[in-house]
């Protein structure tokens, strides 16, 4: 199997609010492959981000743009169906979370969207047991899922490897306390999408830094055969 392109995703919580138009044109323009939108509703996660109104303005000021939404929310089957009408390209859901999961990645794909789960630190490989064939992407947090920031937890690099090794044909996404050198041990587990805020947007010029990342992380993939 050919590998995977390996894609770096700015996440948009970190950028400027009072800019965001601004900050999410800089990203494309320094060479991301997309934008990354975190969704938190004050409830499964401890903070409260944005809503669909906030993705249907990124939208509509960058319509060619790949938005990936990460639903950090008690009911993402009720939610779901928003964010894609606001201009989700993939929808990323919480296997934690209290819902339908299987109809919820259902109504997703049948939208035409691309469909996810999200794991927490504390969560094994196997609670994606059963939705396998549903599955266009496994994101697996390497940190608390909440707030910006945090440090990178190396126990998600082993969940990477396994999700690689069961489902070879699913982009593997990683997010929390992605830097270069993180970044280069997801990838070297197997990882192909890489999710990073503070350390993209916080960048004294983000176009190296996306640069950097980039090189490292396929240098990291060649290497590693």
């Not at 938005?67 to 993402?76: D, F, G, K």
């Not at 599955?135 to 082993?158: R, S, Y």
């Not at 990477?160 to 280069?184: C, K, M, N, Q, Y």
């Not at 041990?185 to 983000?206: E, Y």
Request: proline share 6%.
């Amino acid at each position: 199997m050919k590998p995977k392109a390996i894609q770096i995703l700015p996440s948009i919580l970190s950028a400027r609010m009072g800019y965001l138009a601004e900050d999410c044109r800089r990203a494309l323009d320094a060479g991301a492959d997309g934008l990354h939108v975190d969704i938190m509703d004050g409830h499964f996660v401890p903070n409260l981000t944005m809503g669909p109104d906030i993705l249907r303005a990124v939208r509509e000021a960058l319509p060619r743009a790949y938005l990936s939404v990460h639903l950090m929310i008690m009911r993402p089957d009720l939610y779901a169906p928003r964010f894609i009408a606001a201009g989700a390209d993939t929808v990323l859901v919480h296997v934690e979370s209290p819902c339908d999961l299987r109809a919820t990645l259902t109504a997703i794909r049948s939208a035409g969207k691309r469909a996810g789960l999200t794991l927490n630190p504390e969560t094994p490989v196997a609670a994606l047991q059963g939705y396998e064939e549903l599955l266009d992407e496994v994101l697996v947090m390497t940190v608390h899922p909440g707030f910006g920031g945090q440090e990178f937890i190396a126990g998600g690099l082993p969940k990477i490897a396994e999700i690689v090794r069961r489902l070879p044909a699913v982009d593997v996404s990683v997010d929390g306390g992605i830097h270069a050198e993180t970044g280069v041990q997801c990838v070297a587990a197997g990882a192909n999408v890489l999710l990073a805020g503070s350390f993209l947007f916080k960048a004294a010029d983000m176009r190296d830094a996306i640069a950097n990342l980039r090189w490292k992380a396929e240098s990291a993939r060649k290497a590693g055969g």
